[in-house]
């Protein structure tokens, strides 16, 4: 069964840090482009991170960027989003998906994990 499942969501005052978990089961991430994408309630799903398969390229939307950093690790078949200098705009529910190339488009991925609720609040 393809599977990916993100962790490391939580409650987390402003300016503080989480590291996000995104790990794959049935399928090696290796050959998948990467994107964290997230949703705060009564908002459209937005891209926030993405990392590609290729050459490891990484892309920031303007909102997080110098904050956030997306990294893999393909020997454990997982990605991670590091969040620093978290703010309260941050909150919202973080979705981690694979495709075939990298897009801002969460309709352009062919995986999608549950989410993990993130939470800035003090």
């Known amino acids: 069964q393809l599977q990916l499942v993100e962790s490391g969501g939580g409650l987390v005052q402003p300016g503080g840090s989480l590291r996000l978990s995104c790990a794959a089961s049935?399928?090696?991430?290796?050959?998948?482009?990467i994107g964290w994408f997230r949703q705060a309630p009564g908002k459209e799903r937005e891209g926030v991170s993405c990392i590609s398969s290729s050459d490891g390229s990484t892309y920031y939307a303007d909102s997080v960027k110098g904050r956030f950093t997306i990294s893999r690790d393909n020997a454990k078949n997982t990605v991670y989003l590091q969040m620093n200098s978290l703010k309260p705009e941050d909150t919202a529910v973080y979705y981690c998906?694979?495709?075939?190339?990298?897009?801002?488009?969460?309709?352009?991925?062919?995986?999608w994990g549950q989410g993990t609720q993130v939470t800035v609040s003090s």
């Open positions: 049935g399928f090696t991430l290796d050959y998948y482009a």
């Open positions: 998906a694979a495709g075939s190339f990298i897009s801002w488009s969460w309709s352009q991925y062919d995986y």
